[in-house]
């Protein structure tokens, strides 16, 4: 079982919508976590990170953190078509390497 | 502006030659970390360093793997013989252990094709 759940998409929502981004994780132990923006060919951006439970906002990204639930969430608000990639969810256990899930590919259509 | 480089950008090869990618760590990082992603398998972690030592290199083949870190400002990934199925794209990262953020930057990376 994949310690980093995502639903691989195609997520598409129109220009100026929210775009809603979710993750399960499997380790309890797991302190922080992370959102990669990943451009077609580029290599994974540091967009978000978060170490406790709650939201935190960088402009129009958001990202939740529940514990309890083992549930991380990215929200885009004000969609951009600039912001069509793949976004890739990541934790670290224990403060080892991130475990990746495999991405979410979101479309923002014009 | 800190960035992670990585030299090449791009290899071509062929099976059974060795291929050596190289990795500069944003300055004052002390973790290094090698990942390979394949539309397969995703991003795979295939070796950790803190402050040049080895941590984590159970994700890597160890026949024909081998990762260093010479100095702190130079990374090394040696695949020996390369075979076809190492065709992918090798990511280095960099990130500073110590203040508990684990937060990595990632370099552009090296796409391999072995025919």
């Known amino acids: 079982q994949k310690e980093v759940e995502q639903n691989s998409g195609p997520l598409s929502v129109p220009e100026g919508a929210i775009a809603s981004l979710n993750c399960t994780y499997s380790?309890?132990?797991?302190?922080?976590f992370f959102w990669y923006r990943q451009y077609s060919g580029k290599s994974p951006e540091l967009i978000m990170s978060i170490y406790s439970n709650g939201d935190k906002e960088d402009g129009r990204f958001t990202a939740q953190l529940n514990k309890a639930s083992q549930y991380v969430s990215l929200l885009i608000r004000d969609s951009q078509p600039s912001d069509s990639a793949t976004y890739l969810c990541a934790e670290a256990p224990g403060r080892r390497a991130l475990t990746f899930g495999s991405g979410t590919r979101l479309q923002v259509q014009p | 502006d800190a960035r992670v480089t990585q030299t090449p950008r791009h290899k071509v090869t062929e099976m059974g030659q060795e291929v050596t990618m190289r990795c500069q760590p944003i300055?004052?990082?002390?973790?290094v970390f090698w990942y390979r992603q394949t539309m397969m398998q995703g991003l795979e972690l295939l070796a950790y360093f803190r402050n040049r030592a080895p941590l984590d290199d159970s994700g890597m083949p160890k026949d024909r793997f081998s990762a260093e870190m010479p100095d702190a400002t130079l990374a090394t990934l040696k695949i020996q013989p390369s075979e076809p199925r190492d065709s992918a794209v090798y990511f280095c990262?960099?990130?500073?252990?110590?203040?508990?953020?684990?937060?990595?930057?990632f370099g552009p990376g090296t796409r391999l094709t072995v025919t």
């Open positions: 990262a960099s990130g500073f252990s110590g203040t508990g953020t684990d937060e990595q930057y």
């Open positions: 380790d309890r132990g797991s302190q922080s």
């Open positions: 300055l004052g990082h002390n973790t």
